[in-house]
């Protein structure tokens, strides 16, 4: 079964946050932690991966993306909290448990 994964990407010292929506997000963050495109993520230096949803349905991932972008910092930042408590880079987890 296939699956989408929304996800939240920051920098190394939390300051900004980027949401983004993927169908296969070792590739996207990868794309983001080594800034293979031009854009937010690499202006902004956000290659910490520190929270991911996953789904089955890409409307719904794409529509819970929409809601979390609309999010401030502080909401997000409580988000990631909850998910992620040690604020760590999940990177290494999402690799070895999705490969």
Known sequence: MKQYYVYMLTNKSDTVYYVGFANNIIRRAYEHRNKL????TKRYN????VY????DNPNNAIEREK?????SRDKKKWLVGNFNYKNEDLWDMVVRDLM
Do not use: F, I, P, R
Request: aromatic share 24%; no cysteine.
């Open 67 to 71: 809601k979390l972008k609309k999010w």
């Open 52 to 55: 991911y949803e996953v789904y």
């Open 37 to 40: 495109n031009e854009g937010y």
């Open 46 to 49: 956000l290659n910490k991966l």
